[in-house]
């Protein structure tokens, strides 16, 4: 499997981009906060590779993107969405699926709000409601978790953060993209998040007709497993949250065969031209 790098200028910033060669369906990858493009390498290096074309993109304050000149814009909810359709629209992507993880999975709800998408997956993202209150009840309390307020992090800080999204599953050059990511994200798209910037994400997910997979690890100590499986989605592939066993909030690095199987899965029965019609006919209802 052969990639190419670019960097693609999206609202006045160099972003970096990955893609595989594949032919098939349009796959875009987003990562989480203090991450980079890299954490896909698992599915990049397999036969998704091959058979779809994977774009993963570095967000803006991450890896070898530009940070913002504008923070208090580019790192909100609608922001960060505004940079990742930018990117699309430079590339040719026309109705990708989108798969988002953690940070990277809101930045997809917002997305399917405003775009159309062929398809959606979310692993590591309670699609919460308006309001701190709201959003708190899909997240699981514990004091790493104050990690995502601070905007300076410490060796020790981004080891812990690094703990917490890849268990024990961390590398040097996870820990190096931790470090390297512009902090003033962390801040800036919590504040946008919790005062319900964008739109009520919970609500999204409940009426938007676009296929929803939700792929989650068994062991996600981020994630309130139970606030997921509670949702009412108004179409969940196979009525059913995925759960991807002995792993945690990052399954697709540390699981990344069985979480390969789940979104191959889901990527061929989006590619079905009559599941794709009655989506479509949804829509315009």
Not at 188 to 215: C, H, K, T, Y
């Amino acid at each position: 499997m052969s990639t190419t790098d670019l960097k693609v200028r999206a609202k006045d910033l160099n972003i970096s981009v990955r893609q595989s060669n594949g032919k098939g369906m349009p796959l875009l990858l987003l990562h989480g906060s203090g991450a980079c493009k890299e954490v896909f390498r698992p599915q990049f290096e397999s036969h998704l590779g091959d058979i779809y074309q994977l774009t993963a993109i570095d967000l803006p304050g991450h890896g070898r993107s530009d940070d913002a000149a504008q923070p208090e814009h580019t790192y909100t909810v609608g922001g960060l969405a505004a940079v990742v359709e930018a990117v699309c629209t430079e590339l040719g992507l026309v109705r990708p699926v989108v798969f988002g993880w953690s940070l990277g999975g809101h930045i997809a709800i917002e997305m399917a709000h405003r775009s159309e998408l062929a398809g959606l997956v979310l692993t590591g993202t309670p699609p919460i409601g308006r309001g701190p209150l709201a959003g708190l009840r899909g997240f699981t309390p514990r004091w790493d978790m104050l990690l995502v307020s601070r905007e300076v992090f410490s060796r020790r800080d981004a080891e812990r953060y690094m703990r917490l999204c890849f268990g024990d599953h961390g590398s040097a050059e996870l820990l190096a993209a931790i470090e390297r990511s512009d902090g003033r994200l962390r801040t800036q798209f919590l504040r946008s998040l919790l005062r319900g910037d964008g739109v009520d994400q919970m609500r999204e997910v409940q009426s938007n007709p676009v296929p929803l997979a939700m792929i989650n690890g068994g062991e996600d100590p981020v994630v309130r497993r139970s606030y997921i499986e509670s949702l009412h989605y108004a179409n969940l592939w196979r009525s059913t949250c995925q759960i991807v066993e002995h792993a945690g909030h990052a399954p697709f690095w540390e699981q990344p065969a069985a979480f390969n199987r789940i979104l191959h899965a889901f990527l061929k029965d989006m590619a079905v031209a009559p599941f794709a019609d009655s989506h479509r006919k949804l829509r315009r209802a």
